[in-house]
Antibody, heavy 119, light 108 residues
């Protein structure tokens, strides 16, 4: 059973960089897209982007200019950097594994971590 | 297409059947997946592919598709099914991932 755990600061100042790490345990990195999803308070889910286990990335066009996602296979971790944050980036951030073939779905999710953007 | 559209809210009487819809052009090419989210919890996958349930999901949950619309059906809704439900799919290009806006299900 794959388990995912987000970690990182819960408070980030405006204009700074939001950095989160997701630790993967109980499964293989191979074959999956490793994803970040966020949910502003009281709102719906927003896909941020993902990194394939081979290293290629895709991002939500609305965030693409401010986002990087990286994968460290040796540590079994992947990370999110969101640059130049504003209050609109306040959200619960989830990491998740995305299986993609003829069927596409997020099968495992982290518990989520609330990141607030405030001075 | 870059959108999946869901009704914001749906209600169902206890024990009755409810169908939640998700509309989008990308659904003509890609199956939707469905997620249940209860307050303060992470989403949980309930349906994927043509009509597949992960282990542990009750068989009262089922999925279907017609053209550009995907459906999540709960047959015999229980009180514990009250939650937000989100659909998701690849976009038409196949490179991105979309979420619907979510449907709040109330069990009366």
């Amino acid at each position: 059973q794959v388990q995912l755990q987000e970690s990182g600061p819960g408070l980030v100042k405006p204009s700074e960089t939001l950095s989160l790490t997701c630790t993967i345990s109980g499964g293989s990195i191979s074959g999956w897209y490793w994803s970040w999803i966020r949910q502003p308070p009281g709102k719906g889910l927003e896909w941020i982007g993902h990194i394939y286990y081979r290293g290629s990335t895709n991002f939500n066009p609305s965030l693409k200019s401010r986002v990087t996602i990286s994968l460290d296979t040796s540590k079994e971790q992947f990370s999110l950097n969101l640059y130049s944050v504003t209050a609109a980036d306040t959200a619960v951030y989830y990491c998740a594994s995305f299986y993609s073939s003829s069927q596409n779905y997020f099968d495992y999710w982290g518990q989520g971590t609330l990141v607030s953007v405030s001075s | 297409s870059s959108e999946l559209t869901q009704d914001p809210a749906v209600s169902v009487a206890l024990g009755q059947t409810v169908r939640i819809t998700c509309q989008g052009d990308s659904l003509r090419n890609y199956y939707a997946s469905w997620y249940q989210q209860k307050p303060g919890q992470a989403p949980v996958l309930v349906i994927y592919g043509e009509d597949n349930r992960p282990s542990g999901i009750p068989d009262r949950f089922s999925g279907s598709n017609s053209g550009s619309t995907a459906y999540l059906t709960i047959t015999g809704a229980q009180a514990e099914d009250e939650a937000d439900y989100y659909c998701s799919s690849r976009d038409s290009s196949g490179n991105l991932v979309l979420f619907g806006g979510g449907t709040k299900l109330t069990v009366l």
